[in-house]
């Protein structure tokens, strides 16, 4: 954590009087429990301040915040504040550049530097704690409501998968601790996570039914826009269930494509061994170690990376790697 910057960032936040918080496209949990997070923390300190968050909004996270959609004059002037993105091309707005300052806020590997002010730190395990560390290194003079906390439990609960995955460590439980005192009311969030519609509990059946396997230990799955059709499930809501497909014990790796916008073609890579971000940099993707997502532009092209994965899996059972 770098104490600095984070005060840096304070007094920037401080002497601005519009401030436009910026998350990436199809935004995940962290992406708008951060911006809404961060833009409670801001009002609650200084009520006559403007902050607004941009971009898309999604079934999943909409009873967060719903972003807003905003003129070019809005920019004007403004501080932007853009969460939860490595890189510029993939943030939900892109007049960014006609605000008056930008600051980059984020978690992942930093492949692209932009922004006037960035701090990244890849040791957080999602964006939401480092609005966490902001607000408490700044404690004396932050403030945060119960939405706040529950936004930022939100993003910290998504992105680390309830706790699980690598990146959590004290730091992260003494955050959050944080969240408690302030009297988060996590029950509504809980609730929100573990329920499932009826028609993606059938679709869930059908994956755990029709999923494929590589000789190595790589499990995949191909949602097809049929499959969005025959279940009466958005895109969004058939691709939340990846981990369906990490249960098994000799499958260290497991991949869910789905076809995008245009045909498009995407993957969400999941590891619990190798890791598995250099492969999807290879596949115009990227992320973090053991979660990462590839853009593969044709249906083609899938079968190249399921026998690259099954390689790094081989490689990984071997003890390769
Ligand atoms: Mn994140």
């Known amino acids: ?13 401080e ?28 009002v609650t300190t200084w009520p006559n301040k403007t902050v607004h968050v941009v971009g898309e909004s999604s079934d999943f996270t909409s009873f967060i915040g719903i972003p807003e959609e905003l003129d070019d004059d809005a920019f004007k002037g403004a501080l932007a504040i853009a969460v939860d993105t490595a890189n510029k091309d993939r943030l939900a707005d892109q007049r960014f550049d006609q605000a008056d300052f930008l600051i980059k806020i984020d978690h992942h590997v930093d492949v692209q530097q932009y922004g006037d002010i960035a701090y990244v730190d890849t040791g957080r395990p ?29 993003g910290i609960l998504t992105d680390t998968g309830r706790f699980k995955y690598d990146g959590v460590d004290g730091d992260t439980f003494r955050s959050v601790a944080t969240l408690f005192d302030i009297g988060l009311e996590k029950k509504e969030i809980h609730a929100h996570l573990d329920q499932r519609t009826e028609e993606l509990t059938r679709f869930k059946g059908y994956l755990l039914q029709h999923y494929k396997k590589t000789k190595n230990g790589v499990v995949y799955f191909k949602i097809k ?51 598995i971000d250099l492969l999807a940099n290879k596949y115009d993707g990227g992320g973090h170690k053991m979660a990462s997502g590839a853009s593969l532009g044709t249906w083609k092209r899938t079968k190249l990376l399921i026998e690259d994965a099954d390689e790094l899996a081989k490689q990984f059972k071997e003890g390769s790697l």
């Not at 932050?142 to 936004?151: E, I, N, R, W, Y």
């Not at 009466?232 to 790796?253: D, H, M, T």
């Open 1 to 13: 954590m770098n104490k600095t910057k984070l005060k840096q960032i304070y007094t920037k936040i």
């Open 15 to 42: 002497s601005y009087d519009k401030i436009i918080i910026i998350p990436h496209r199809r935004p995940d949990g962290d992406a708008i429990g951060t911006s809404f997070g961060l833009k409670d923390i801001i």
């Open 126 to 154: 999602a964006a939401a704690l480092i609005i966490l560390d902001l607000f408490l290194v700044n404690q004396d003079k932050l403030k945060m409501s119960k939405d706040g906390a529950k936004a930022l439990y939100f």
């Open 225 to 275: 826009p049929r499959h969005l059709k025959k279940f009466s499930v958005s895109l969004e809501e058939a691709s939340s269930l990846v981990n369906e497909l990490g249960v098994f014990e000799e499958y260290p790796i497991w991949l869910l494509f789905a076809e995008y916008e245009e045909g498009i073609v995407r993957c969400r890579m999941r590891s619990k061994g190798p890791r």
